[in-house]
């Protein structure tokens, strides 16, 4: 009998580690979930949950979770989620009503967080939507070719094409982000 009973025991022994091994593995899978559905960062709920505007498209890679324009309307403050192995996001405010180029600026994502300032005209008109562009390792500076305009008439030298990702999308916005690691952006329109 004192055999049966240690046997016993050695099976509620591995019981235990197997249920320890299950939850440990279930809670940061239940967590991220919970994160991409609809928490931005800080635990909040995303700005289309608080009325504060609309998400005009969502990304597997990321989202936007706050938008703050300062006082002046000079400078625009972007936060948001990033999922893992994103290592930078490039945010367009825009397009600008005067010449249709964007406002841009890159962040660097830290523990699936980023935030950027994103440098606008002063008192940014209403209507401008924030398009967020999650890279999965693959560095903005490096070169990412832009995707040529289409031009109606054939210029003697055709203009040179940014290898900086932020100045390419400066001028030709969703045209610079075709190259596979930056997949599909996060849009979102403010209201106001």
Known sequence: MTSAVHADKGLSVAKVGLIGTIIAATVPAVASIV????????????PSMEGGGTVVQTSPFGSVGKV?????GSE?????????G??????????R????????????????????V??????????YSVTAYF???VNPSAGLRA????????PSTPAPTPTDITQCAVLHGASCFTDPAWGPPAIYKPNG
């Open 35 to 46: 994160v991409a559905v609809g928490f931005g960062d800080d635990g909040a709920k995303s």
């Open 68 to 72: 703050t324009p300062n006082a002046s």
């Open 76 to 84: 625009v403050t972007v936060t948001g989620w990033a999922a893992t």
């Open 86 to 95: 994103v290592d930078d996001v490039v945010v367009l405010i825009g397009p």
């Open 97 to 116: 009503t005067s010449d249709e180029k964007y406002w841009v600026a890159n962040a660097s994502v830290s523990e699936q967080r980023w935030d950027v």
């Open 118 to 127: 994103v440098k606008t005209d002063p008192q940014l008109a209403p209507g």
């Open 135 to 137: 890279n999965r390792g």
């Open 147 to 154: 995707k040529p305009l289409n031009v109606t008439t054939t």
